[in-house]
Protein backbone atom coordinates (compact mmCIF):
# COMPACT_ATOMS: atom_id res chain seq x y z
CA UNK A 1 0.00 0.00 0.00
CA UNK A 2 0.93 3.78 -0.93
CA UNK A 3 -0.40 5.33 2.30
CA UNK A 4 1.44 4.07 5.00
CA UNK A 5 -0.45 4.92 8.34
CA UNK A 6 -3.34 3.59 6.06
CA UNK A 7 -1.57 0.02 5.99
CA UNK A 8 -0.52 0.05 9.98
CA UNK A 9 -4.59 0.49 10.56
CA UNK A 10 -5.55 -1.85 8.87
CA UNK A 11 -3.07 -4.50 9.84
CA UNK A 12 -3.78 -3.62 13.33
CA UNK A 13 -7.76 -3.55 12.96
CA UNK A 14 -7.10 -7.03 11.41
CA UNK A 15 -5.06 -8.34 14.21
CA UNK A 16 -8.00 -7.31 16.34
CA UNK A 17 -10.49 -8.82 14.80
CA UNK A 18 -8.50 -11.84 14.12
CA UNK A 19 -7.81 -12.37 18.12
CA UNK A 20 -11.25 -11.12 18.50
CA UNK A 21 -13.01 -14.00 16.49
CA UNK A 22 -10.89 -16.68 18.50
CA UNK A 23 -11.14 -15.29 21.59
CA UNK A 24 -15.52 -15.57 20.88
CA UNK A 25 -14.72 -18.72 19.53
CA UNK A 26 -13.37 -20.19 22.65
CA UNK A 27 -16.41 -19.41 24.28
CA UNK A 28 -14.87 -16.15 26.30
CA UNK A 29 -16.99 -13.34 27.40
CA UNK A 30 -17.49 -10.66 24.91
CA UNK A 31 -15.67 -8.01 27.08
CA UNK A 32 -12.94 -10.21 28.39
CA UNK A 33 -12.51 -11.11 24.52
CA UNK A 34 -12.69 -7.39 23.36
CA UNK A 35 -9.92 -6.57 26.13
CA UNK A 36 -7.40 -9.47 25.81
CA UNK A 37 -7.65 -9.11 21.80
CA UNK A 38 -7.32 -5.10 22.06
CA UNK A 39 -3.99 -6.16 24.40
CA UNK A 40 -2.69 -8.99 22.12
CA UNK A 41 -3.17 -6.80 18.83
CA UNK A 42 -1.23 -4.12 20.79
CA UNK A 43 1.61 -6.29 21.55
CA UNK A 44 2.08 -8.40 18.32
CA UNK A 45 2.32 -4.66 17.18
CA UNK A 46 4.72 -3.74 19.64
CA UNK A 47 7.39 -6.64 18.62
CA UNK A 48 6.03 -7.47 15.56
CA UNK A 49 5.13 -4.64 13.11
CA UNK A 50 8.17 -2.08 13.84
CA UNK A 51 8.30 -2.09 10.43
CA UNK A 52 5.34 -0.29 9.60
CA UNK A 53 5.41 1.50 12.54
CA UNK A 54 8.68 3.33 11.11
CA UNK A 55 7.39 4.31 8.06
CA UNK A 56 4.15 5.81 9.68
CA UNK A 57 6.44 8.08 11.52
CA UNK A 58 8.69 8.24 8.16
CA UNK A 59 5.63 9.42 5.89
CA UNK A 60 4.74 11.85 8.98
CA UNK A 61 7.73 13.25 9.67
CA UNK A 62 8.28 14.13 5.87
CA UNK A 63 4.99 15.75 5.88
CA UNK A 64 6.09 18.03 9.05
CA UNK A 65 9.02 18.95 7.18
CA UNK A 66 7.34 19.77 3.81
CA UNK A 67 4.60 22.09 5.29
CA UNK A 68 6.86 23.73 7.52
CA UNK A 69 9.46 23.94 4.95
CA UNK A 70 6.52 26.08 2.61
CA UNK A 71 5.63 28.40 5.36
CA UNK A 72 2.47 30.21 5.17
CA UNK A 73 0.80 32.90 3.01
CA UNK A 74 -0.10 34.91 5.69
CA UNK A 75 3.44 37.03 6.00
CA UNK A 76 2.36 38.42 9.35
CA UNK A 77 1.84 35.02 10.89
CA UNK A 78 5.62 34.01 9.50
CA UNK A 79 6.82 37.17 11.21
CA UNK A 80 5.54 36.60 14.46
CA UNK A 81 6.21 33.06 14.60
CA UNK A 82 10.11 33.49 13.66
CA UNK A 83 9.96 36.66 16.34
CA UNK A 84 8.60 33.83 19.08
CA UNK A 85 11.34 31.51 18.02
CA UNK A 86 13.30 33.88 18.53
CA UNK A 87 15.14 34.85 15.15
CA UNK A 88 15.25 38.34 14.04
CA UNK A 89 13.08 40.01 11.31
CA UNK A 90 16.19 39.80 8.64
CA UNK A 91 16.44 35.99 9.17
Known amino acids: MKNAALNYILIRLGLFIGFLAVLLLLSVDAVTSALLSAVF ?20 ARRLQKSSAKGSADVESDLENNLLDGKTPTE
Open 41 to 60: SLLFSLFFLKKQRTAVSEAL
